[in-house]
C-alpha cells in the first residue's frame, strides 16, 4: 500500500485523534458524500502493513470510493474514534470485545459485517479423534477469562462436556457438569497447555502458543464452528455507528473485502492458515453482540 495512505496513529489521547486524523470525513468532507474525494472513508484498522490491505485499498478504489487506512498501534482506540466521527468505520475486533467496548463506554457501536475467525483448537499427542478419548480423561484449557470460555464452548460443541446453562463467553471450569461430560477439565496458565500435552488426553491451546511449540494447526482434533452460536461472538467484524449501519458505501466495503480473491488469500497467509473466513449477516453479528452486551449488563 502506498506510504501516503496509511496514517499511523500512535498511542495518543482520544482528544488528540482530531488532529492526527487530517483530512477525515467529520471535518474536512462536511456536506460531501461518503466515499468521495472530498469525503474518503476514513477505515481504522490494526496492523495496516499486512500487504492484504493494500489489495483492499485498490479494489475499494477501483470501483471509485475513496478509502484512507488509518493504522492504530493500541487496540483501545478505534472503537472512540469511531464513536467520535474521526473515523467512519474500524476493523480489528471480535463482536466479545465490541460489547465489552459498548458496555464500559455506554455507547452503541454496530458489527456491519464479517470478516473472519481465528479458531482456538484442541490438541492431542494421544488420541487422532475426539471419539478416541476415553470416559473419564483428562483435558486443559487456559485459564485466563477468554480463552477458558471459549476453550469450553469447543469442548461442549465436541460432545465432551456439558456446561451449565448452555455456556456462555464467560463459563468457567466451575460450570462443568460433571455427571453429563465425558471428561474432567483443568485449568491451567495459557503458556503451559502446549507443554502439558504429554500428560493429557488432549488441550486447548490458542495460537500464541502453537507455532513455538511446532504444532501444526491442521492437526486440530476439534475447534470453534463458525456455524455454531457459540461461535459467534468470537467472529471479527468491520464496526461502525448506529448511524452508518446501514450506509451503502460501508456495506459495499464489506461486499468487497468478503469477496476479493487477493484480500481473502492475503488474510489467511497473514494468520498463517488459521482463520476461518466468514460472511455471517449483519443481522446475525448485531444479535451476537445484543446477546453479548445483555449478559454483561
Not at 471450569?173 to 477439565?185: G, H, L, M, Y
Not at 452508518?244 to 459495499?252: F, G, H, K, M, T
Request: glycine share 8%; net charge negative.
Amino acid at each position: 500500500m502506498p506510504a501516503r495512505r496509511i496514517r499511523p496513529i500512535a498511542l495518543v489521547g482520544t482528544l488528540g485523534l482530531a488532529a492526527a486524523l487530517v483530512g477525515c470525513s467529520a471535518s474536512g468532507g462536511e456536506g460531501a458524500a461518503l466515499g468521495t474525494a472530498e469525503n474518503p472513508v476514513d477505515l481504522g484498522v490494526v496492523g495496516a502493513a499486512e500487504p492484504y490491505w493494500a489489495a483492499f485499498e485498490e479494489a475499494v478504489e477501483a470501483e471509485g470510493i475513496e478509502l484512507e487506512i488509518h493504522d492504530f498501534t493500541d487496540y483501545n482506540q478505534p472503537n472512540p474514534a469511531t464513536s467520535e466521527g474521526e473515523l467512519d468505520v474500524n476493523q480489528f475486533q471480535h463482536i466479545i470485545y465490541l460489547a465489552n467496548y459498548n458496555v464500559q463506554a455506554g455507547d452503541d457501536l454496530q458489527p456491519i459485517g464479517s470478516t473472519a475467525i481465528y479458531p482456538i483448537g484442541l490438541y492431542s499427542d494421544k488420541h487422532e479423534s475426539v471419539e478416541e478419548i476415553p470416559d473419564g480423561a483428562e483435558v486443559i484449557v487456559p485459564n485466563d477469562d477468554t480463552n477458558q470460555a471459549r476453550g469450553l464452548l469447543v469442548l461442549q460443541s465436541a460432545g465432551l462436556v456439558a456446561l451449565q446453562d448452555g455456556g456462555s463467553p464467560y463459563s468457567t471450569v466451575e460450570d462443568v457438569i460433571e455427571e453429563e461430560s465425558r471428561v474432567t477439565v483443568r485449568a491451567v496458565d495459557a503458556a503451559l497447555t502446549a507443554t502439558s500435552l504429554p500428560d493429557v488426553a488432549a488441550a486447548i491451546i490458542n495460537n500464541d502458543f502453537i507455532t513455538d511449540a511446532g504444532i501444526d494447526p491442521a492437526d486440530a482434533i476439534a475447534q470453534d464452528d463458525p456455524a455454531d452460536p457459540a461461535a459467534q461472538p468470537y467472529i471479527n467484524v468491520f464496526a461502525t455507528t448506529a448511524e452508518l449501519a446501514d450506509d451503502e458505501v460501508l456495506q459495499r466495503l464489506v461486499e468487497i473485502y468478503q469477496t476479493n480473491e487477493e484480500v481473502q488469500a492475503g488474510a489467511l497467509e497473514a494468520s498463517g492458515g488459521t482463520a476461518v473466513l466468514v460472511q455471517t449477516p449483519a443481522e446475525e453479528l448485531q444479535s451476537a453482540l445484543e446477546a453479548v452486551e445483555g449478559e454483561l449488563q
